[in-house]
């Protein structure tokens, strides 16, 4: 099985930068895209960006121009560099990726347990 493991969320005054980090464990085959998601109180789950395995990247309007996604693929890594952030972005930050596991040789999608992201005013 594999897992997603998040880290780099916090409390962050307007303004400010924070930059995640998602790296996946287990039996990995390869990995095709890697995302990431968040999700406000009340609100449905949003795709903040995507680097596609192709390279391309793409972002949510909101965030484009403050926020970069970038991925280290030997390290089975996605990171999401947040800067000018604003009280709008607070929310559950989740990875994303789409993973093709050693022991069934099929795409599955798999999420990080999200970590929490709060920006002050």
């Known amino acids: 099985q594999v897992q997603l493991v998040e880290s780099g969320g916090g409390l962050v005054q307007a303004g400010g930068s924070l930059r995640l980090s998602c790296a996946a464990l287990?039996?990995?085959?390869?990995?095709?895209?890697m995302a990431w998601f968040r999700q406000a109180p009340g609100k449905e789950r949003e795709l903040v960006a995507d680097?596609?395995?192709?390279?391309?990247?793409t972002y949510a309007d909101s965030v484009k121009g403050r926020f970069t996604i970038s991925r280290d693929n030997p390290k089975n890594a996605v990171y999401l560099q947040m800067n000018s952030l604003k009280p709008e972005d607070t929310a559950v930050y989740y990875c994303?990726?789409?993973?093709?596991?050693?022991?069934?040789?099929?795409?599955?999608?798999?999420w990080g347990p999200g970590t929490q992201v709060t920006v002050s005013s």
């Open positions: 287990g039996r990995i085959f390869s990995i095709k895209n």
């Open positions: 994303n990726m789409g993973i093709i596991t050693r022991g069934n040789l099929r795409e599955s999608r798999y």
């Open positions: 680097f596609t395995n192709e390279g391309s990247t």
